[in-house]
């Protein structure tokens, strides 16, 4: 099987006629270079081709047949001056600080008057759920290590109890074997779906089945079992724990940002008859005076788009500026990383403009100028495109140059620059790629077609930036240790893309876009869209348990587990956007209630 995944320079001479136009370029066809934890095995040749100059200098640039699509996105909802009033108090009060550390203070003895195992596990859980984590990291270790010293750990409610016991640990780094967790089957037959304590098990069994490796068929089947039981479960039961249900059903907490999960766990917390008040003030006023971070980052960010002013020159495209700093900020969420966070969005809202002069605006013909002069890092090949064009890739190389200078200030931003150009011309490249399929009218093999796309999902662009600023390591590195975390990029870049097919397939199908990974198995397979689906959610489920690999890995250096951490939320991010659809393209999502509630409204404290 031969066909075109990606492309990139090899060294040439190029051909030049006696009017000085270069004839031919010379292109080598590269296949992807990741190990595939997909289940996908293609078999790929690399040959030699040649492809067409682009012709920047001819008069006729625009194919005479090509129409320019619209996906008819409505406007940003946003309104400038709203978003720059924004003004947390939590961030300017002068006793602030010394009541997160009285509190803290307060709630330090806790650990030490929790004699129960049990008991202390579900102390970690609901401090963890609640974003305190970080401030009891030794507390934590310490109860932990306490747990994880006891052998044949058996209690009553021992489903419960094992499952609670098994995801905390292998969380926080401990070796804990799938055997575990084998008790559930035991009571398989015995288990009351109108017993309260029998479904909170079912919960915590399968929050605890989503930290599996490969080959754990144990934590498979317990996925299976605690599935189906509450699926038949979640109608009969009360409000609370309904929810709490049919939130573990839709998206576990291991694949969601738990950042944007702790109001509701607060929320929760604070229903309960147990609740101690001095952690329950801590939770919120933490949250508070994090958030005022974050609102702080998207002033700088808002202003910095209007003064940019390239919306009004690329009106086909979202304008969705505080959609990616959402994602951006499902990457990360600690106030140190504010760097971080502003030049990931500056970067999400320069993707969905590409993408969308890939995918809606561009010609086939305008596109390879376009994709040639981001490969060269180089306006010549653009000077006979739209204007729109021209003015978008200017704007890229400004705020791509001014990335560069922040991570690497004025003596090595020009080391940093072709790190980040490279993964704009890949990116590009692949968009490229998926745009000649649309020309041509042709629908690739789900293989084919996810050998590009884990590429044009941006994940690779994304997190090839977001290295830079997870901490500090040698610019002579770089490549090395990206190269080493491939499989990590990979896996995270394959789940961004299939989440992103699953709520948008059907929109893009609508527009005339390229096929999507649902619609290529749905023509090779002659399936239904429905089995297509729940196809690639099985795609889905296997990135994660590659994932989890690194997830739960405690011999890193604090560098790279930094980064590490940043990678897999990138994850986490895509399916907290495209959870209830199109996180970027529509309004009528989640995404905007999951903004007034994150970023834009504190809790109220008494």
């Known amino acids: 099987m031969e066909y075109i995944v990606g492309w990139s320079y090899t060294f040439f001479t190029p051909k030049v006629s006696s009017t000085g136009e270069i ?46 699509r619209s996906a008819n996105y409505k406007p940003n909802l946003w309104n400038y001056e709203f978003l720059q009033s924004l003004n947390n108090k939590y961030n300017h009060e002068e006793g602030n600080k010394e009541q997160v550390e009285r509190l803290v203070k307060d709630v330090k003895p806790i650990f030490a008057e929790v004699d129960d195992s049990l008991a202390k596990l579900e102390l970690i859980d609901i401090m963890t759920k609640m974003g305190l984590s970080n401030l009891f990291e030794d507390e934590m270790k310490e109860a932990l290590e ?25 969380q926080h780094g401990y070796v804990v074997s799938q055997d575990e967790l084998s008790s559930f089957k035991e009571g398989s037959n015995t288990f009351d779906r109108s017993n309260r304590k029998d479904i909170e098990a079912m919960i915590q069994l399968l929050e605890a089945s989503h930290l599996a490796l490969e080959g754990e068929n144990i934590l498979d089947e317990a996925k299976a079992f605690s599935t189906g039981i509450l699926r038949g479960s979640v109608s009969g039961l009360d409000g609370r724990l309904s929810e709490r249900a ?15 999960d702790i109001k509701r766990q607060i929320d929760l917390y604070e229903q309960r008859e147990d609740k101690r008040s001095n952690l329950l003030e801590l939770a919120k006023l933490n949250f508070n005076t994090v958030q005022a971070t974050h609102q702080k980052d998207l002033r700088d960010i808002i202003r910095w788009w209007r003064d940019l002013g390239l919306i009004q020159h690329v009106d086909f495209t979202r304008d969705r500026p505080v959609e990616s700093f959402l994602y951006a900020l499902g990457f990360s969420q600690e106030p140190r990383f504010s760097s971080l966070r502003k030049s990931l969005t500056k970067l999400v809202i320069f993707i969905l403009v590409i993408d969308d002069v890939y995918d809606l605006y561009g010609s086939l013909e305008e596109l390879e100028c376009f994709t040639d002069a981001i490969t060269r890092w180089d306006s010549e090949p653009i000077q006979q495109l739209p204007e729109c064009m021209k003015v978008c ?15 690497g200030k004025e003596e090595d931003w020009h080391r940093v620059l072709p790190h980040l150009t490279k993964a704009w011309g890949d990116f590009c490249k692949a968009l490229l790629t998926e745009a000649k399929w649309d020309h041509a009218g042709y629908t690739p093999s789900l293989e084919e077609y996810l050998s590009n796309a884990w590429t044009s999902s941006s994940g690779p662009l994304l997190l090839s930036h ?30 961004i893309r299939l989440c992103n097919d699953l709520r948008t397939s059907k929109a893009e199908i609508d527009r005339g876009d390229a096929p999507s990974s649902v619609v290529c198995y749905m023509r090779e397979a002659k ?25 739960f890995g405690n011999d890193v250096t604090p560098f790279l587990r930094s980064y590490i951490d940043v990678t897999v939320n990138a994850a986490r991010a895509a399916h907290m956007l495209y959870q209830n659809g199109d996180g970027f393209g529509a309004h009528d999502g989640g995404t905007g209630q999951q903004i007034l509630s994150t970023v834009i409204e504190p809790l109220a404290l008494d």
């Open 23 to 68: 004839l031919s370029r010379t292109y080598k066809l590269t296949t992807n270079p990741f190990p595939n934890r997909c289940g996908i095995s293609p078999t790929h040749k690399i040959k030699q081709v040649r492809f067409r100059p682009c012709h920047a200098n001819s008069p006729r640039v625009t194919e005479k047949t090509h129409r320019r």
């Open 146 to 170: 306490t747990v994880a010293s006891i052998d044949n750990f058996t209690m009553e409610g021992h489903v419960y109890a094992s499952a609670l016991r098994f995801r905390l640990l292998r």
């Open 246 to 260: 049919v939130h573990a059903l839709e998206l576990p907490m291991h694949w969601g940002v738990q950042w944007f």
């Open 393 to 407: 890739f200017r704007a890229l190389r400004d705020v791509t140059d001014e990335i560069a200078h922040d991570i």
């Open 466 to 495: 977001a290295y830079f600023f997870a901490g500090q390591t040698k610019l002579e590195d770089v490549a090395d240790l990206l190269e080493r975390n491939k499989d990590l990029i990979y896996n995270v870049s394959m789940i």
């Open 527 to 551: 399936v239904s869209e429905d089995i297509a689906q729940e196809h690639v959610k099985g795609l889905i489920n296997r990135a994660w348990k590659s994932l989890n690999v690194h997830c």
